[in-house]
Every structure is written in C-alpha cells, then in structure tokens.
C-alpha cells in the first residue's frame, strides 16, 4: 500500500500561477521527500524535509510539513511550462531502505 | 543526469518470456534499489541490495529475482512474463542505505504483448 497519498492528482494553471500539491502519509517519519517525473523519465529529486523542519524552500519550491497532520505540501511560485511535469511525496519504510511514494499529482502549466 | 546507467530502455517481449533488465549505479554507490512503476499500482519498491547482499524485499513477484555483482551494478530478471508486468522499471543507487536520497535511472520500459 502507498505511504503518501498526494491530492489533487491533477491540476492545471497558466503560467505565473502558484501550483500547490498536498500530500498525506499513514505513518510517523523521518524525513518525507519530493520527487519530479518529467513525461514517462526518470525521478529527480526535489527537496527533502525533516520531521522537525516545518518548511523549507529551494528556489521557486516551498514545502511545508506538519507532522501532527501527517501532511505535506508543496508549492510551486510564478510556474512555468517546464514545470509540467507528475510531481510525487515519498517516505522511508523499514529502517531507511524502502521508498514508499504517492500516487502523485500530474501538473500541466499552460503558457 | 543522475549517474545512474539502465540497459535497455526499451524492451518489447512476449508473454511467457524471460528478460534481464541491467543497472550501473552512480559511481562510489553502494547500494542499489529497483522500483516499479505501472498504471494500476504506481511506484512499487521491488527489492534492494547493499554491496552485493539483499538489505531489504518489497512486493516483488516470485517470478522476479535480482542480484548485485561484484562491480556493484545490479541486474533485475523478470520470467514468465504476463501482460500485467508491462510498466516502467527503475533503478535507483545511493552512497548506502541510510541515505536521505536516493537517484534514479531513466528507466527500462517494459512491454509485454
């Protein structure tokens, strides 16, 4: 079963818009990741937070966490086309060996 | 570009077949993680391997078997194929298996027919 489960699982803007992702969790973490999919290629890594961070930003992304939740979000400011892309939450199952993801949310950015 | 290395990209094969799918981590990884991703179940953990020794197993299939070499690259072999096993597989390689990130491949896309 999915640890995260992201929420809208899709979601479509214009570019400049602010895009926002939410994602959910079953279990208590450590850290919760972010993960971008650019069309049917491989995973980039995003931005990670830990469990006793509350928000973090790296460029254009903002990801809160709130642990008492079980949620995270992501925020994506003034997007742009290449930000189309499925964007997933992921955590750590079994000691740090296992990446469990969400189902992910697909973003398209209009220009 | 991550680092890390699939062969083939592509694979086309037909039910009831057997195939190999390769991954050379990122050079100085130690450990090698192999994920699927397919239309009904999303990203699934498959198995992982630290330095050549299973470290942890997911919902991989009994018809699915992995292994990681001595020179730490790592093969996926998928047999008796169904229509069903038809996805996205990925390798992912970290410096070990408590690290915070992991990297990915580009993926082998798998299409059974």
């Known amino acids: 079963s999915q640890q995260g489960e992201e929420d809208p699982q899709a979601l479509s803007i214009q570019e400049g818009e602010n895009a926002t992702m939410n994602c959910s969790y079953k279990?208590?973490?450590?850290?919760l990741q972010w993960y971008r999919q650019n069309s049917g290629r491989g995973l980039v890594h995003l931005i990670l937070?830990?469990?006793?961070?509350r928000e973090k930003h790296s460029g254009r992304l903002r990801v809160t966490l709130d642990t008492s939740k079980k949620s995270s979000s992501l925020l994506i400011t003034a997007s742009r086309a290449a930000d189309t892309a499925s964007y997933f939450c992921?955590?750590?199952?079994?000691?740090?060996?296992?990446?469990?993801f969400g189902a992910g949310t697909r973003l398209a950015v209009h220009p | 570009d991550s680092g890390v290395t699939q062969t083939p990209k592509h694979l086309i094969t037909a039910t009831g077949q057997r195939v190999t799918l390769r991954c050379s981590p990122r050079?100085?990884?130690?450990?090698v993680y192999w994920y699927q991703q397919s239309l009904d179940q999303g990203l699934q953990f498959l198995i992982q391997?630290?330095?050549?020794?299973?470290?942890a197993k997911g919902n991989i299939l009994e018809r699915f078997s992995a292994q990681q070499f001595p020179d730490l690259h790592s093969e996926l072999n998928l047999s008796s194929l169904e229509l069903g096993d038809s996805a996205l597989y990925f390798c992912?390689?970290?410096?070990?298996?408590?690290?915070?990130?992991?990297?990915f491949g580009p993926g082998t896309r798998l299409t059974v027919t």
């Open positions: 992912a390689s970290s410096p070990y298996p408590g690290s915070d990130e992991q990297y």
């Open positions: 279990t208590s973490i450590n850290n």
């Open positions: 937070i830990r469990s006793n961070e």
């Open positions: 992921a955590t750590f199952s079994g000691g740090y060996n296992k990446l469990i």
């Open positions: 050079s100085g990884d130690l450990s």
């Open positions: 391997y630290y330095n050549g020794e299973e470290r």
